[in-house]
């Protein structure tokens, strides 16, 4: 099962490292809970570092193999301080649902760092992302920045789409290598499937 909690944005790793310790003495089962990051390149003094930056600001994400969701602690949880909302649908449920557990489960899959992918982009040409994270993601690009090497995905989550800007490798010539539908597929707590409209939850989530 997979949830997201909504914290407060610049405290994201506090208040992980909290939940974390929490859920280590009060829980039995498997857990995970990662703040996402993404590989940005930036330019500093004439030269180009590699820095993580946060992939969704104000969210973290908790995956936890227990069957009934009734048994995870939401209520202590939710108790801790930083921690604004543990977000449901509007059945009740917090587990996600459609394309909100497929967005989850990439970043499982990802290990909670979202790198940087390798994109062909020729005159004349359709762009297309040979590998990386983002592979098969070619439609969900809404623009892209040549020259400061990076592209704008749209992100279905949370009843709402979202613009994140990624750092990207532009390449000449093709290669071949795993998509993010053939990670998630390799991954044995992952479904076949991908971030995508199609994938939207027939319920918004609601505070």
Not at 54 to 70: K, N, Q, T, V
Request: glycine share 6%; with cysteine.
């Amino acid at each position: 099962m997979y949830f997201c909690l909504n914290v407060v944005t610049g405290k994201e790793d506090e208040i992980r490292n909290r939940i974390t310790k929490f859920l280590s003495l009060n829980i039995t089962q498997d857990y995970q809970v990662w703040f996402p990051l993404k590989e940005n390149s930036e330019k500093r003094n004439q030269k180009t570092e590699t820095r993580n930056r946060p992939l969704f600001p104000g969210y973290l994400f908790i995956w936890w193999s227990g069957e009934d969701e009734a048994d995870f602690p939401f209520y202590d949880v939710y108790l801790m301080t930083g921690v604004v909302r543990v977000l449901k649908y509007d059945d009740g449920t917090h587990n996600l649902q459609g394309s909100d557990a497929v967005y989850a489960r990439w970043i499982h899959t990802n290990n909670g760092l979202i790198r940087q992918s390798k994109v062909l982009l020729q005159e004349g040409q359709r762009l297309h992302i040979l590998e990386g994270p983002l592979k098969g993601m070619d439609g969900n690009v809404v623009k892209v920045d040549k020259h400061h090497k990076r592209i704008k995905v749209r992100i279905d989550f949370a009843g709402r789409e979202t613009d994140i800007v990624f750092s990207v490798e532009f390449v000449e010539k093709s290669t071949r290598r795993v998509s993010i539908q053939e990670q998630i597929q390799s991954s044995p707590d992952t479904p076949s499937d991908r971030p995508s409209d199609s994938d939207r939850p027939s319920q918004d989530l609601k505070d």
